[in-house]
């Protein structure tokens, strides 16, 4: 018993030592952004590496998650003989939950992965101890572009990608189930509330803030070559989509109870 005891104590303070460490690693990059220099060309290019080619992957995840849940919808509701709620259903699925999630998801894994793996690379082959030897900050250099970009970048992208989601959802009700166009559409704009679409933005800028939280600490804490770099790449994406999912979670209570 006691040695059990000891295992959960063991695993309990280094749940809270990892803890403190990410906290203090988020709080050590924002506060180098309290004074200057800054670096604006380094927030934009991390705000088009992130924001316009990752808008295949979530445009394209958007459009057939709306689509199949449309059809489930249907399934699921004709049991009941409330067809006419699946224009709410999938609008208030896709904006308030799916298209956050979803585009966050997509987005650790293949923004975090890489931020993890540009990073740990750039630890290896002390490029960073470079960086601090000319005098450069590699929070300020490194990690606060991608924060800077990570909590601006998924709004926009869950826009688009409600909207993709939305219309998905519409073809298959239209061309599929046969539903009157002007009737979705009617029902869509009147259960749509702004406080829908407000909270799934809030969840993507914190769902963004993470993924690029954990692709910076993972990263820049990674050691041991190449194969340190590969774990930093895959503890990254893990990491972040569990936290999206605990976060997720939170935020909806918040909102919604």
Not at 3 to 19: E, K, N, P, R
Not at 119 to 127: H, L, P, S
Not at 201 to 214: Q, S
Request: glycine letters at 10%; charged letters at 10%; one cysteine or more.
């Amino acid at each position: 018993m006691m040695g059990f005891l000891a295992s959960v104590g063991a695993l309990a303070l280094t749940f809270l030592a990892g803890t403190g460490r990410l906290a203090l690693f988020a709080a050590r990059a924002l506060a180098a952004g309290l004074a200057p220099p800054y670096y604006p060309r380094l927030i934009v290019r991390q705000f088009v590496y992130m924001g316009y080619y990752s808008l295949p992957v979530v445009g394209m995840t958007a459009l057939f998650t709306g689509m199949v849940l449309a059809l489930q919808s249907y399934t699921a509701s004709s049991r009941f003989n409330a067809e006419s709620t699946v224009a709410t259903i999938v609008v208030l699925s896709i904006t308030r939950e799916l298209g956050p999630v979803i585009a966050g998801l997509m987005v650790a894994g293949r923004v975090g992965a890489a931020m993890a793996a540009e990073i740990g690379t750039m630890r290896v082959t002390e490029q960073i101890d470079a960086l601090t030897t000319l005098s450069t900050d590699p929070l300020r250099y490194l990690v606060l572009p991608r924060l800077v970009a990570g909590l601006l970048t998924l709004p926009l992208l869950v826009i688009i990608a409600d909207i993709i989601g939305v219309f998905g959802g519409y073809l298959v009700a239209i061309y599929k189930l046969d539903f009157n166009a002007v009737s979705y559409l009617t029902q869509t704009q009147q259960y749509l509330k702004t406080n829908d679409v407000v909270s799934g933005l809030v969840k993507a800028a914190v769902f963004g803030f993470i993924v690029a939280l954990m692709g910076c600490y993972q990263g820049y804490h990674s050691r041991g070559g190449a194969e340190g770099v590969g774990q930093a790449t895959t503890y990254a994406v893990v990491s972040a989509s569990i936290l999206i999912l605990i976060s997720d979670y939170f935020l909806t209570q918040a909102f919604f109870t």
